[in-house]
Each structure stands twice: as structure tokens, then as C-alpha cells.
């Protein structure tokens, strides 16, 4: 084991994983490989979501992927960045909208 | 000005030391080129005949783009005479060699130009140009362009890296995405690019980064909402191609530090589909010098065709050219990743 939990060249062995499953494995990669494809969505767009989604759910190897995937597929960086705020503000959101439910209890004690 | 690295004296300004950054890749346990094609049962790489043959006017040009693979520009001397022109006119008028590619450079800064389209338009062969489409605007006297490519059915082929000012400037130049506007719909009003026209109008894509063309479909698609959006411009089709690891692009790469992340994408995109399709199978290059080449990327790497009998356009022999062994190294990978990429595109399309 490396002596941290994240390699940069792990990315590249995301593969791998088949090794010790490969039933799920190939299910999964299939089904990857199908939702990133161009439908009603472009692949395009599909690839900003996923950037946002990689800063949402903060995985490393996805940002990797997708700040790279994304720049490649022609968005600008001022577009990438306001897909981050997308997150940032659907995160940031989720946690404040929390806050009714602490004034909900706060109102349910409180004299 | 940005300067050429030849001015400039840089040490990647010679062909060797390129081939040399190329070969210590192999340090790196890569495979060669060679070994790629030997698994795939393709070598050595063979001319299937020639149809296209692509003519390098020269390395003048009036833009200094940062990927550039011949390092053109302003300070570039190096300029085909007419009586190498009159070299390629025989062979052209010897053969059934179709289609000239004419690149530089700016081509059209070649003194002899116009009268070099003509004497090869009168044999009844294709002209194909590679315009970088600011030389129109350069100077009054190229302002009459779109006309004279009009006039002698001239195809016309042209760079544009994106559908907006900061890619495009960002990888030619400033104020050249605004220029090239302007000289679309310079072209696209005398007819080019127009439904029914018969006047060909293609686009170049190549990355302004480290990293391969996406899709060469869906580019094109979005390229033609974007450009007939914003700017009401038309084209035919657009080519993807990928960058090569030589020159100018190579010292990008090896100055930002991305050269050993791109090999490694080049080789592991490497696709044995795309080999039958590669460029220098169907195409012969000619150096402004008049000699000869499998490609353009291989001029530029000084890397002459293999035949020592005939190295030079005054040497020419069909017989022995068209089923040429094409001379291969590592900068091949360009041609042969993901969709595969030529002068023409994406070679799986």
C-alpha cells in the first residue's frame, strides 16, 4: 500500500477492478459507457454535468477526468468554473436549507 | 513578433535533436512505432499508389501559431522557386496524380503562386490550398484571394481552432480569430461554402492544448450551429486533426511538462483501424527544396522518402514511388490515435 489513499496513476487502473469481479465490472463499464454517450443529451453536455458532479461528490479521479474531458471537448474555463459554482451552490444550498429543519426544532423547544 | 526557433537557435530548431527527444521516449519502456504496426501485421508500411501530392511553397508565413509543425512565420526565408514548381508541372503532367495539396507556410506569399495554380489548374488538376485564411487580410494585394480561388475552383482549407476569439487567439496569435472571421465571410460571399456553389470551404480543428481532437462528428456539428449563429459563416466539412509531437509543438510540450503524458495518450489511443487509411499511403509530400517525403510531419523531421534513388521531384519515377516503404518513428502515434488524423481529418470517418 502507498502511504496515501490517492495515486494519480490509479486513474488509469480504474480497469483493474474487473480483476477480482468481472461479472460487475463489465456491467458497469458498459452501462459508463452508454450514459456518457450522445442521445437527448450531447456528450458533450454530459461531460460538464459530470465535472460538477465530480467537485460535488469530490473524487479526485473524476475531477482529473473531467477537467480534462471537458476542456477537450471545447468549454472554456470560465464555463467550467461556473459548473463548479452549480455544485458549490447546490451543495452550499443543501446544507443551509437544513436550517429550517434546525429552526423547525428549535420553535418545537423553544418557549 | 514571435520568432522561429530556427532564429531563435533553438536546439529543437534541428530535425535531430527532435528525433532525438522522440527516440529517448523509448527509455520510458514505450513501444515503437515499428513494434505497433509489426503486431498489427502491417510492416513495413507500404504506398498503396499516389493520388495527392502535397507541395510545400514555402516556410514564409505571416502568423507564428504555437503548435506549428513546419515553425513558420514572418522570419522564414525558405521559398519553393519556379523552377521546382516546373519540376512538380512535369511529373503532375506525366502522371495520374490528381489532387496538389499546396501548404507552407502561407503558400500564398510564394511570389510565384498565382501562376503556379494556373499552370496547374490548366493540366486539369485539383488545386487544393491551405489557407490560413488571415493572409487575406495581410495586405491589399491578397484582399483579391476569395476571387482568384473562385476563379480556378480552388478548394480552400483553412484553420480555425475554435468558434471563439480566445482559443483561436490563444494558439495563433492575437487578433487572429477576428481576422479569420472576416476572411470567412469574404469567402462565404463569393460563394464559398454555399449549398450548389461547387466552391469548397473546410475547416481545421486542432487542439489548443496537450490532449487529442474530440469527436470530428459532433465537433463539426456544433462548429456549424456556432459559426452560422454568431457570425452567419458556412463551410463544408471539418477536418480534426491531431497535433504532432514536432517543432513548435514539441517544445510546447516539453516546456510545459505535458510531453511525456501526451506520448503516452498517443501511444495508448494508438488505433490498427486507422493504419490502412494513414496519409502517407496515398499522399507524397515535396519539400520547398524539391525533395520528397511520405508526409509533411516527416519533411519537417527531415526524414526523406526511403528510396535513395529518388529523393527529388527532378528524380521522380512512379514505378518506384507508388509501393514505396514509408519511413516511420515515433511521431507517427499523431496519425494513428483514437479516430486516426491526416490532412484530411479523422481517418475513420
Known amino acids: 500500500m502507498e502511504n496515501h489513499y490517492y495515486n494519480a496513476g490509479d486513474l488509469s487502473k480504474f480497469g483493474n477492478i474487473a480483476e477480482y469481479q468481472k461479472d460487475l465490472a463489465d456491467k458497469f463499464f458498459t452501462y459508463y459507457g452508454e450514459v456518457f454517450k450522445d442521445s437527448h443529451l450531447s456528450a458533450k453536455e454530459k461531460s460538464l454535468i459530470a465535472l460538477a458532479v465530480a467537485h460535488a461528490v469530490q473524487c479526485p479521479y473524476c475531477i482529473d477526468a473531467y477537467s480534462s474531458d471537458a476542456f477537450e471537448k471545447g468549454y472554456s474555463e470560465a464555463q467550467m468554473m461556473e459548473a463548479v459554482h452549480v455544485a458549490s451552490a447546490i451543495k452550499g444550498g443543501a446544507v443551509l436549507v437544513h436550517g429550517v429543519q434546525m429552526m423547525n426544532k428549535v420553535k418545537e423547544i423553544g418557549m | 513578433m514571435i520568432k522561429s526557433l530556427k532564429v531563435l537557435q533553438h536546439p529543437l530548431a ?3 535533436n527532435q528525433l532525438e527527444v522522440l527516440g529517448n521516449s523509448l527509455l520510458n519502456q514505450q513501444p515503437t512505432f515499428k513494434q505497433k504496426l509489426e503486431q498489427n501485421g502491417v510492416h513495413p ?11 510545400n511553397l ?10 506549428c509543425h513546419v515553425d513558420a512565420g514572418p522570419d522564414r526565408k525558405e521559398i519553393m522557386d519556379r523552377s521546382t514548381m516546373q519540376w512538380c508541372l512535369d511529373v503532375l503532367q506525366k502522371t495520374d496524380i490528381n489532387i496538389v495539396d499546396l501548404t507552407g507556410g502561407a503558400p500564398e506569399l510564394n511570389p510565384d ?5 494556373e499552370q496547374i489548374r490548366n493540366l486539369g488538376k485539383q488545386v487544393m490550398v491551405r489557407c490560413n485564411l488571415t493572409i487575406i487580410l495581410a495586405n491589399k494585394r491578397f484582399h483579391d484571394l476569395p476571387d482568384f480561388f473562385k476563379k480556378h475552383q480552388v478548394e480552400v482549407v483553412s484553420s480555425l481552432p475554435g468558434f471563439t476569439q480566445d482559443r483561436t487567439d490563444r494558439q495563433r496569435g492575437e487578433g487572429v480569430f477576428e481576422n479569420s472571421i472576416k476572411a470567412l465571410q469574404m469567402l462565404n460571399q463569393v460563394g464559398y461554402g454555399q449549398i450548389g456553389s461547387g466552391l469548397i470551404l473546410n475547416l481545421v480543428y486542432n487542439p489548443a492544448g496537450a490532449f487529442l481532437p474530440p469527436s470530428q462528428t459532433a465537433l463539426e456539428k456544433e462548429y456549424k450551429i456556432e459559426l452560422s449563429s454568431r457570425y452567419g459563416i458556412v463551410f463544408n466539412q471539418l477536418f480534426a486533426i491531431t497535433n504532432m509531437p514536432i517543432s513548435r509543438y514539441l517544445d510546447y510540450l516539453l516546456s510545459s511538462g505535458n510531453y511525456n503524458r501526451y506520448m503516452d495518450k498517443l501511444i495508448s489511443a494508438f488505433n490498427p483501424a486507422s493504419v490502412q487509411n494513414l496519409m502517407c499511403r496515398n499522399t507524397l509530400s515535396v519539400g520547398w527544396d524539391g525533395f520528397l517525403y511520405d508526409c509533411d510531419f516527416n519533411q519537417m523531421l527531415d526524414l526523406k522518402v ?3 534513388r529518388v529523393q527529388h521531384i527532378s528524380e521522380f519515377n512512379l514505378d518506384i514511388l507508388k509501393n514505396r516503404a514509408t519511413v516511420v518513428n515515433q511521431h507517427c502515434f499523431g496519425c494513428t490515435a483514437g479516430e486516426g488524423s491526416s490532412c484530411g481529418g479523422s481517418l475513420l470517418n
Request: proline fraction near 0%.
Open chain 2, 58 to 67: 514555402g516556410k514564409m508565413c505571416n502568423q507564428t501559431c504555437k503548435h
Open chain 2, 14 to 16: 534541428d530535425s535531430e
Open chain 2, 113 to 117: 503562386f498565382r501562376w503556379f495554380v
Open chain 2, 306 to 308: 526511403a528510396e535513395r
Open chain 2, 45 to 55: 508500411l507500404r504506398a498503396s499508389g499516389i493520388d495527392v501530392l502535397q507541395l
